[in-house]
């Protein structure tokens, strides 16, 4: 097993920018897959990035590409979601994700374990 925490979510302004972190611990974190999903009020969990177990393979939802990086550091445990020019659609519940399929997925149910989320909030 796994568990994760996240961390660094906040208010920031449309066109700024946060870092996510996503601190892992139990089970050696290198042998997971991880994504990054959020979930704003009233909406479904989507996905949001993905990493595989190296770093390097990453995929990005439509709507983020261009702005948002995933990155880990295996000796840290953690996985990150930088993001850049913000919008207010951004708004949501952020949450990380461990998956123990052989390769990176980008689907929800494939995740087998999850954080409590940080919130992100973009005022336009």
């Known amino acids: 097993q796994v568990q994760l925490v996240e961390s660094g979510g906040g208010l920031v302004q449309a066109g700024g920018s946060l870092r996510l972190s996503c601190a892992a611990s139990?089970?050696?974190?290198?042998?997971?897959?991880m994504g990054w999903f959020r979930q704003a009020p009233g909406k479904v969990r989507e996905f949001v990035a993905a990493i595989s177990r190296s770093g390097g393979t990453t995929y990005y939802a439509d709507s983020v590409k261009g702005r948002f990086t995933i990155s880990r550091d295996n000796a840290k445990n953690t996985v990150y979601l930088q993001m850049n020019s913000l919008k207010p659609e951004d708004t949501a519940l952020y949450y990380c994700a461990a998956d123990e399929s052989l390769v990176v997925v980008t689907t929800l149910g494939s995740y087998d374990y999850w954080g409590q989320g940080t919130q992100v909030t973009v005022s336009s």
């Open positions: 139990g089970r050696a974190f290198s042998t997971y897959n």
